[in-house]
Structure formats: structure tokens, C-alpha cells
């Protein structure tokens, strides 16, 4: 895409990305969602949260537009509170990937995100962790089980924790044994690990929700900050990195921006629409 096309669809990040420091959306970064909105262009979230850590994102943007949650794995309506689609690691690669991960990497905790109907489906356990597992978020919601328990249902994420390690480190060793089971990933770099079924990605869900619109990689300008979002990045008509963003990220983006607590995405989104 060139910088001077109409995107026909924005795909965001969220943490480090959309949001500020402050995990808000920025009044400046609303208005320039909302000028594109009004404008008939097709906004989505694509995101490594799950569909329960959407709706402060809605609240913010004033609007509620389709996500792409678990990097991917899921895809989510906050207007409806309805899970659209989700692929998930069955039982026996989840059994797999734990015995590699705790071999590996001596000492990590590992996590599951499940999901049911809905963002809150109460029938459903949806963050289940193992004894002892250590949160890399401030926000723990999670129910403590058993490993067998863990690792009895499908789940559209396996989180692979270790307090205190680096997860670049982490990454590049599990790479190593880890072929088919799954993709890996990460979001931050505080000793977590997310992996998700493979050939799944942030640039999979968009798609999915591009395809039906008649829209293409070459509509698109996608935002990240990640190596999560490398895929979608690299893959969108134009891939924008945030000034804050990992290396890796940079390097897969066609342009980088100012950071998140500038209102990186505003910039950019401001040629066309202000």
C-alpha cells in the first residue's frame, strides 16, 4: 500500500499500541479512530488479550468494533458479547507443548485460555493456571488446578511462565523443540511465552474478518509494537511500528511512527482523516 491509498481496514494492537502509558485511549486517538469510522472505513482490534479485556478498550474508543483476541485464536463481537470463532490446541498437543515447556524450561508455570459463548460465560473456567503460577499482569483472574485438569480441554492459548526470565530467551529455546504443536509468541519480554495453534496469528483473524468485505492484504494498514504482531505487520499492505516497538517489530514494518504515548496510531491515521 502506498502512503497516499485509502486504507480500507485499520488492524491495531492494543497494549503498547493503541492504548498509553496509562492503558487509555487518548481523546486525539479516539477522534482519529472515530474521522476514519465515520468515514466507512472498518476499524478491528487485534490483540493478545482475551475477549473478557475488551471492553475497557470499547469504553475508551466509544465505539465497539470486531477483535481478534489470543493473537489470533479468537475471534470476538463486544457489541453482541458473542465469541464468533475460535481454534484451539486439543488436549493431547496441549500435553505435548506442557512436557516440552517444563523440560526446557525448568521452573515455568504454564496457563491456559479457554473460552465459551461469551466474553463472560460463567460455565467456563477461562484463565487456568497450575499451582504456583506467577501472573506477568497485574490483573489476575485466573482458577488454580491440577496439571492434569489444566491440560484435560482444548484452549485457544498456552501461557508459559518464568518469573524473572527473559521471554526473547525463552522463545529462541522453545523454538528448538517446538515444531508442529503450535506457534509461539510473545507480548512482552517478562518471562512469558504464548503459544497458539499452528498457522494461527494476529494476521489470520484479520483476514478473516477482511475476507467477507472483499478486502484484501493490500486494504489494510495494521499497527503493533510486538513480535505477536510481526505476522500482521509484515503481511498488511502497510505495516506501521510503533516508536516504542520491539526490534523485531521495526524491523517487519514498512514505516514506524511516534510511540503509543504520542498518539503513534493518530499520526498516521490523521493523512487521511482529521
Request: glycine content about 8%.
Amino acid at each position: 500500500m502506498t502512503p497516499d491509498r485509502t486504507p480500507g481496514l485499520i488492524a491495531t494492537d492494543v497494549d503498547g499500541t493503541l492504548l498509553d502509558e496509562d492503558e487509555k485511549v487518548t481523546p486525539r486517538t479516539r477522534a482519529a479512530v472515530q474521522a476514519a469510522v465515520d468515514a466507512g472505513t472498518t476499524f478491528v482490534l487485534a490483540t493478545g488479550r482475551p475477549p473478557r479485556w475488551i471492553q475497557p478498550v470499547v469504553d475508551g474508543l466509544g465505539l465497539a468494533p470486531m477483535a481478534v483476541c489470543a493473537n489470533g485464536a479468537v475471534i470476538y463481537d463486544p457489541s453482541t458479547d458473542r465469541i464468533v470463532s475460535a481454534h484451539t490446541l486439543s488436549a493431547d498437543v496441549l500435553g505435548e507443548l506442557a512436557e516440552i515447556a517444563t523440560r526446557v524450561i525448568p521452573g515455568a508455570g504454564l496457563a491456559v485460555e479457554r473460552v465459551g459463548r461469551s466474553a463472560h460465560d460463567a460455565a467456563t473456567p477461562q484463565f487456568v493456571s497450575s499451582p504456583g503460577y506467577e501472573h506477568a499482569w497485574l490483573n489476575p483472574d485466573n482458577t488454580e488446578v491440577s496439571i492434569e485438569d489444566l491440560l484435560s480441554a482444548p484452549a485457544v492459548k498456552l501461557l508459559i511462565r518464568k518469573a524473572g526470565a527473559r521471554s526473547a530467551d525463552m522463545a529462541a529455546e522453545l523454538l528448538k523443540h517446538i515444531g508442529l504443536q503450535g506457534d509461539i509468541t510473545y507480548s512482552t519480554n517478562n518471562g512469558l511465552i504464548e503459544v497458539v495453534p499452528l498457522g494461527i496469528s494476529k494476521a489470520t483473524g484479520v483476514a478473516q474478518l477482511a475476507a467477507p468485505l472483499g478486502l484484501t492484504d493490500a486494504d489494510i494498514v495494521a499497527f503493533g509494537d510486538m513480535p505477536n504482531d510481526i505476522p500482521m505487520l509484515s503481511w498488511a499492505g502497510r505495516g506501521v511500528a510503533m516508536g516504542n516497538a520491539h526490534p523485531e517489530a521495526v524491523a517487519a514494518a514498512d514505516e514506524v511512527t511516534a510511540t503509543n504515548a504520542e498518539d503513534g496510531v493518530a499520526h498516521v491515521l490523521e493523512r487521511w482523516w482529521s
